[in-house]
């Protein structure tokens, strides 16, 4: 009976939502620190952690760990509130829950299903070009070779340079001598050209941005409810609680807040250059 | 009682001829209110008016009217008890309520409380919460030992003083947006988790009471703190927090 019940029992699923819930709350803090690199204007700095996180083995289990995670967080909670719409089959005529609850609370599968949704869209916008794009852009840069001549380079993954038009391409990123036919070397993707591009956009870009800053808005009320909750639900409450709900607070604003900052500083060109 | 006066109050009432029935909100008008008499005496006086003109009074559940006894269940104007805080409905007085307003009276809403007549709902889903395990197994055949032959730390004789101050009303259940029973069985366990005399049975207590909390339909906790702030006995959201680390604990076993 025991093992069935941390996984069907009504205190089990909230165990899982929470546990889920905070290790997503550790992806984002992981997570924004490497976009805040997007605004300090370094592109290759930028494309070589975006490397590091699609290749290194210890990434890639924390990743599958993350997909797992939003998936199993998503699934419980639908399943919860399933449930609990069940509880109450016919609403109250009159009723008056903000005088006892905040909006936030009350609110969590609606914002979740908001964020999922900007998951969703956040994933096919970056993650999917950056694995599976086959026109994914590689980063270049232009040197002057004689005065008055440019010439457009590959960075290799090794640290040098790769003229273009001496180079073909073979699975996305490996550079192939054209007279010799033999790899030379190893190009990086452009993520962060991929970003500056969207959120640039001459069109859509001021739209994609004001979404993004939207749907961060969203994450911070989830957050303001759900980083406390979490410690409730794993029975965590002690003479540490106030100081807790002050940092899951902090940790609400905090984050959400930086994130939404990068897209508004690439719009509005507010990148700091070396 | 001077400051006592007299108020002309529109109701809407939940009207439900029994258990199998649809019910609807029904509007009434009664005038010359006494602020100073209870809620449950205004409806004893609406219940007069019925009567004299001949039709069927309302049902609602009280006993000792002293706010001790966890018997009447009123959701009105949104609120489980009411509108003020820390009372149940028989100690909500019509001082709260000005001349010419409109008070909603509803049955406490819940998959686990059918209602059996107006404002009259079943509330056995709590006593067989109660059986499954929120008691201790003492052997009271002339042979019982003092209560206090075993000391008690005072900080967890406090805590379980205050859980055990539940009357089982079931207002946690209709505030919270889920149905969740979640404080009321927090508050059981808990209980007797803190005593010594508790701690013998707690891991199959917690477990078969959830258990059965889940089998009668209620539903899940979402942290949003609604029963704590409505619990006319004022009881802690420690105790939920309290019941879910006694689950894990004997969930591990």
Redo the contacts between chains.
């Keep these: ?3 069935s ?2 996984l069907k ?7 899982w939502m929470a546990l889920t819930g905070l290790f997503l709350c550790l992806f984002l803090a992981g997570h924004l620190a490497g976009n805040l690199q997007l605004i300090f204007g370094d592109a290759l700095k930028f494309n070589q952690y975006a490397l590091f996180m699609t290749s290194n083995p210890a990434v890639k289990l924390l990743s599958y760990l993350t997909y797992l995670s939003i998936i199993f967080h998503a699934v419980d909670g639908i399943l ?1 509130t399933i ?2 719409k ?12 903000q ?4 909006s936030a ?2 609110n ?1 599968a609606v914002l979740g299903t908001v964020i999922l949704v900007f998951i969703v869209t956040h994933m096919v916008n970056f993650w999917a070009k950056m694995h599976f794009d086959e026109k994914m852009p590689l980063q270049t840069v232009r040197i002057e070779v004689q005065p008055g001549m440019a010439q457009e380079f590959y960075i290799t993954t090794a640290g040098g340079y790769m003229p273009k038009d001496g180079v073909e391409l073979k699975n996305k990123t490996d550079l192939i001598d054209i007279n010799a036919h033999v790899k030379v070397g190893e190009a990086y993707k452009d993520l962060h050209k991929i970003t500056f591009a969207f959120f640039k956009d001459e069109k859509y870009g001021l739209i994609f941005t004001i979404l993004y800053v939207l749907a961060m808005g969203v994450l911070a009320f989830h957050l303001l ?1 759900g980083f ?2 979490a410690f ?6 002690n003479k540490f609680t106030p100081a807790l709900k002050t940092f899951g607070k902090l940790f609400a604003i905090i984050v959400p807040l930086l994130f939404a900052i990068i897209p508004v500083c690439i719009h509005f060109n507010f990148i700091l250059k070396h | 009682m001077s400051s006592a006066k007299n108020i002309n109050i529109n109701l809407k009432i939940w009207r439900q001829k029994n258990a199998k029935s649809k019910g609807s909100m029904e509007t009434y008008k009664l005038d010359n209110v006494s602020t100073a008499s209870s809620f449950l005496e205004m409806l004893d006086q609406l219940n007069e008016q019925l009567i004299n003109e001949k039709t069927e009074p309302i049902a609602f559940d009280h006993d000792c009217r002293e706010g001790i006894c966890g018997m009447c269940s009123l959701y009105i104007n949104g609120r489980a008890h009411g509108p003020d805080t820390g009372i149940t409905t028989c100690q909500l007085h019509m001082r709260m309520f000005k001349d010419g307003d409109t008070i909603f009276v509803e049955p406490w809403r819940s998959k686990a409380f059918p209602v059996i007549k107006d404002l009259v709902v079943d509330r056995s889903s709590f006593d067989r919460i109660q059986q499954a395990g929120g008691f201790v197994s003492v052997n009271t055949s002339g042979n019982t030992i003092d209560a206090n032959a075993t000391p008690i730390n005072k900080n967890d004789a406090d805590k379980s003083f205050e859980a055990a101050a539940c009357i089982g009303c079931g207002a946690c259940v209709a505030t919270c947006k889920n149905g969740s029973a979640m404080l009321f069985v927090g508050a059981k366990v808990s209980q007797y988790a803190l005593l010594p005399q508790g701690k013998v049975e707690a891991a199959t207590r917690v477990l078969n009471m959830v258990r059965q909390m889940d089998e009668e339909g209620f539903g899940n906790c979402t942290n949003t703190g609604a029963c704590e702030i409505e619990c006319p006995k004022g009881i802690s959201l420690e105790n939920i927090a309290r019941m879910n680390r006694e689950y894990l604990k004997a969930s591990m076993k």
């Design positions: 009976m025991a093992k019940a941390l029992s009504s205190i089990g699923k909230k165990y919860l449930q609990n069940k509880a109450r089959p016919i609403a109250y005529a009159m009723n008056n829950p005088k006892n609850s905040s609370s009350r969590m409810h406390q909750s409730q639900s794993l029975g965590v409450n």
